[in-house]
């Protein structure tokens, strides 16, 4: 594909907008001219504010390693401002509520979610390797939902697109699709076509996936609503979805956040928590600021087809892999592209109904993150390509960002230890908190600020709320909750940060890394794995324990054993953690509720009711009423082949 922007104006605007469209964008834009400057102008200033308070509270650097470790903390400390303002530019967003939310989410609170017969959409499932009875479990779901909205089910198909290469495995695809056709037959009227395809080559990974979709059915269809095998979404979410962009002509995406919901171990319970908890404020920041500029997130996304096939084809980046070759963490990248074709990328931040799954351990999710790393450090590939838009290039700077973020935290710790050794002085490790004098006291003012702000602001928001209390199950198991939350953070903050530093600088040696099928399941790991996966934790602490007793200095010390205590733990914590019984006893208990517990919706039951099913004899078989999607079937070899529809 070309890489050279399409002409437009120097505020984007959709094909076919006339003047009144286009004066309505000018006004937006300047809108939003003047809201992220109350977030950029804040940030930086509180930024210098702390750079000058450190170099006053230090002094004159003596030497290339005082220099170092107050470089080191200024770049640290400027990211942590950015996140502080960003949950106070939310919480105070939040406060002002529709005043500030766009017109596609007025439009939501008060769209009816049933079928207009105004349009056609397909949701897609992109799949590879999955456990394909836990996916087509959830589309069942999914389409029980669907049906429940009313209408005859014509105006929108599920589609399940596959691209695993393991025979096994697309057996299992094809028998599932089967059972799943055998209930259909039964299950009443109004549910939505389901089709299955498995492709021959599967190049380009997902994005290559959704893309062959687009090009060989997206004819048939207005939009798709790309869910990721995870996925799940109720029925008033996707038709509200649909009329949304029938209603908004200039619209090519809308994004809804989706919460972590449906696994018990206690890493994904205490996740599921913090999410629900710290992330709303920082969503409602990010709508607010970045209005048509929206990102793509890759998944519980709706996309009007005839865009995104038009303008989101991927270019393979120059170089080898790592940061050449196929782009990883092409979600992104799809959206700034729609974005610079002149389509507006919508957010809704509070669109109930839409949920995903997580990493059930910390192994698990630090396998994640290396994928992760490496996808979005391509992105340095992108953000010199012509006519993208600042809110898109924010987009793929702020993830590279995420990532630089922890070895600049890493050689900070180290070398700050490495100076408090030689000089017997804190220094800027305590974060000007040992410091005497005006300005040591400014700085650990500010410091523990920016450090604390996001947290608390969450905390604060939720507490505000009688309704928001009572969906993490009232005020004392919240507060219960968070504290512990905080405490197993404080250990876990470490081991990721080291983890995430070391595949930062792989990456830039040339690791590439398997993107391989992700673990879904609750899982426990084993001592062997947790050991072998984080070595470097364990040789980390081990280092950092024998300076502090070589330095034998109990302030020191201290200071730093909630550091040496999370690096020498973090196997322990990963076999702990992955528990499955812990995290249930959690939930007897009342501890790491959240509204998906204090108040299920009706999919997720559905969805934990099929899981727990007991096997059933195989299919062909005497049907009365509704026919588990389940029940095995016996069924020819999988062969790439067109999409069988039921």
């Given at each position: 594909?070309?890489?050279?922007?399409?002409?437009?104006?120097?505020?984007?605007?959709?094909?076919?907008?006339?003047?009144?469209?286009?004066?309505?964008?000018?006004?937006?834009?300047?809108?939003?001219?003047?809201?992220?400057?109350?977030?950029?102008?804040?940030?930086?200033?509180?930024?210098?504010?702390i750079?000058?308070?450190?170099?006053?509270?230090?002094?004159?650097?003596?030497?290339?390693?005082?220099?170092?470790?107050?470089?080191?903390f200024?770049?640290?400390?400027?990211?942590?401002?950015?996140?502080?303002?960003?949950?106070?530019?939310?919480?105070?967003?939040?406060?002002?509520?529709?005043?500030?939310?766009s017109?596609?989410?007025?439009?939501?609170?008060?769209?009816?979610?049933?079928?207009?017969?105004?349009?056609?959409?397909?949701?897609?499932v992109?799949?590879?390797?999955?456990?394909?009875?836990?996916?087509?479990?959830?589309?069942r779901?999914?389409?029980?939902?669907?049906?429940?909205?009313?209408?005859?089910?014509?105006?929108?198909?599920?589609?399940?697109?596959?691209?695993?290469?393991?025979?096994?495995?697309?057996?299992?695809?094809?028998?599932?699709?089967?059972?799943?056709?055998?209930?259909?037959?039964?299950?009443?009227?109004?549910?939505p076509?389901?089709?299955?395809?498995?492709?021959?080559?599967?190049?380009?990974?997902?994005?290559?996936?959704?893309g062959?979709?687009?090009?060989?059915?997206?004819?048939?269809?207005?939009?798709?609503?790309?869910?990721d095998?995870?996925?799940?979404?109720?029925?008033?979410?996707?038709?509200r979805?649909?009329?949304?962009?029938?209603?908004?002509?200039?619209?090519?995406?809308i994004?809804?956040?989706?919460?972590?919901?449906?696994?018990?171990?206690?890493?994904?319970?205490?996740?599921?928590?913090?999410?629900?908890l710290?992330?709303?404020?920082?969503?409602?920041?990010?709508?607010?600021?970045?209005?048509?500029?929206?990102?793509?997130?890759?998944?519980?996304?709706?996309?009007?087809?005839?865009?995104?096939?038009?303008?989101?084809?991927?270019?393979?980046?120059?170089?080898?892999?790592?940061?050449?070759?196929?782009?990883?963490?092409?979600?992104?990248?799809?959206?700034?592209?729609?974005?610079?074709?002149?389509?507006?990328?919508?957010?809704?931040?509070?669109?109930?109904?839409?949920?995903?799954?997580?990493?059930?351990?910390?192994t698990?999710?630090?396998?994640?993150?290396?994928?992760?790393?490496?996808?979005?450090?391509?992105?340095?590939?992108?953000?010199?390509l012509?006519?993208?838009?600042?809110?898109?290039?924010?987009?793929?700077?702020a993830?590279?960002?995420?990532?630089?973020?922890?070895?600049?935290?890493?050689?900070?710790?180290?070398?700050?230890?490495?100076?408090?050794?030689?000089?017997?002085?804190?220094?800027l490790?305590?974060?000007?908190?040992?410091?005497?004098?005006?300005?040591?006291?400014?700085?650990?003012?500010?410091?523990?600020?920016?450090?604390?702000?996001?947290?608390?602001?969450?905390?604060?928001?939720v507490?505000?709320?009688?309704q928001?209390?009572?969906?993490?199950?009232?005020?004392?198991?919240?507060?219960?909750?968070?504290?512990?939350?905080?405490?197993?953070?404080?250990?876990?903050?470490?081991?990721?940060?080291?983890?995430?530093?070391?595949?930062?600088?792989?990456?830039?040696?040339?690791?590439?890394?398997?993107?391989?099928?992700?673990?879904?399941?609750?899982?426990?790991?084993?001592?062997s794995?947790?050991?072998?996966?984080?070595?470097?934790?364990?040789?980390?602490?081990?280092?950092?324990?024998?300076?502090?007793?070589?330095?034998?200095d109990?302030l020191?010390?201290?200071?730093?054993?909630?550091?040496?205590?999370?690096?020498?733990a973090?196997?322990?914590?990963?076999?702990?953690?992955?528990?499955?019984?812990?995290?249930?006893?959690?939930?007897?208990?009342?501890?790491?509720?959240?509204?998906?517990?204090?108040?299920?919706?009706?999919?997720?039951?559905?969805?934990?009711?099929?899981?727990?099913a007991p096997?059933?004899?195989?299919?062909?078989?005497?049907?009365?009423?509704?026919?588990?999607?389940?029940?095995?079937?016996?069924?020819?070899?999988?062969?790439?082949?067109?999409?069988?529809?039921?």
């Open positions: 594909m070309s890489l050279v922007p399409p002409s437009h104006d120097a505020v984007p605007a959709a094909p076919g907008a006339d003047l009144t469209q286009r004066q309505e964008i000018r006004r937006e834009a300047a809108a939003l001219r003047r809201r992220r400057l109350a977030l950029v102008l804040p940030t930086v200033a509180t930024a210098l504010a750079a000058a308070a450190a170099c006053a509270s230090a002094g004159v650097p003596d030497g290339p390693l005082e220099a170092a470790v107050l470089a080191l200024c770049l640290a400390m400027a990211w942590q401002a950015y996140i502080a303002w960003q949950y106070l530019y939310g919480a105070v967003a939040a406060g002002l509520g529709a005043r500030v939310m017109r596609v989410e007025r439009q939501a609170a008060a769209m009816a979610p049933v079928a207009s017969g105004r349009s056609r959409t397909a949701a897609v992109a799949i590879h390797a999955e456990d394909a009875a836990a996916v087509f479990a959830a589309i779901v999914m389409a029980r939902s669907l049906a429940r909205t009313g209408g005859d089910g014509r105006d929108l198909d599920i589609f399940v697109l596959s691209d695993t290469r393991d025979p096994e495995i697309a057996a299992a695809e094809e028998r599932e699709f089967a059972r799943i056709r055998a209930w259909r037959e039964t299950a009443g009227p109004g549910l076509a389901v089709r299955y395809r498995r492709r021959q080559d599967n190049a380009g990974r997902k994005a290559g996936n959704i062959e979709f687009c090009d060989t059915y997206g004819h048939d269809y207005d939009f798709m609503i790309v869910l095998a995870d996925s799940l979404m109720t029925g008033t979410a996707m038709r979805l649909v009329r949304l962009m029938e209603e908004n002509p200039r619209v090519g995406l994004q809804t956040v989706s919460y972590a919901a449906g696994r018990d171990t206690l890493f994904a319970r205490i996740q599921q928590f913090a999410v629900r710290y992330a709303p404020l920082s969503i409602r920041a990010l709508e607010t600021w970045q209005g048509p500029d929206g990102g793509y997130w890759g998944h519980n996304a709706i996309l009007r087809i005839e865009a995104f096939a038009a303008n989101a084809e991927l270019p393979v980046l120059p170089g080898r892999p790592p940061l050449g070759g196929e782009i990883l963490c092409h979600d992104t990248v799809e959206g700034a592209f729609l974005r610079r074709a002149g389509w507006e990328l919508r957010l809704l931040p509070d669109e109930p109904g839409t949920w995903e799954e997580m990493p059930t351990n910390l698990d999710l630090l396998g994640r993150e290396r994928r992760w790393c490496q996808g979005n450090l391509q992105h340095l590939g992108i953000l010199r012509p006519g993208l838009t600042a809110g898109s290039r924010w987009h793929l700077g993830g590279i960002l995420s990532y630089l973020a922890s070895p600049v935290w890493v050689a900070f710790l180290a070398l700050g230890t490495w100076q408090a050794i030689r000089s017997g002085d804190l220094g490790l305590a974060y000007g908190l040992t410091g005497e004098g005006l300005a040591a006291a400014i700085l650990a003012s500010l410091s523990l600020a920016v450090l604390a702000a996001p947290k608390l602001l969450s905390l604060g928001h507490l505000l709320s009688a928001r209390r009572a969906a993490f199950g009232g005020t004392r198991r919240l507060l219960v909750s968070a504290a512990l939350e905080q405490a197993l953070w404080v250990l876990l903050w470490p081991v990721m940060t080291l983890f995430n530093a070391g595949a930062v600088v792989t990456t830039f040696a040339g690791r590439v890394v398997r993107w391989d099928t992700q673990a879904r399941d609750d899982r426990r790991v084993p001592w794995e947790a050991c072998r996966l984080q070595a470097d934790s364990l040789v980390a602490g081990g280092l950092l324990a024998a300076a502090l007793a070589y330095a034998a109990p020191l010390a201290l200071w730093m054993a909630p550091m040496v205590l999370a690096l020498l973090s196997p322990a914590l990963s076999v702990l953690t992955s528990r499955a019984d812990l995290g249930q006893a959690a939930r007897r208990r009342g501890l790491f509720l959240t509204v998906d517990d204090t108040a299920q919706a009706r999919e997720l039951r559905d969805l934990a009711a099929a899981r727990a096997p059933v004899p195989a299919w062909p078989y005497p049907v009365r009423g509704e026919a588990p999607v389940w029940l095995a079937t016996a069924t020819d070899d999988a062969k790439a082949s067109p999409p069988r529809e039921i």
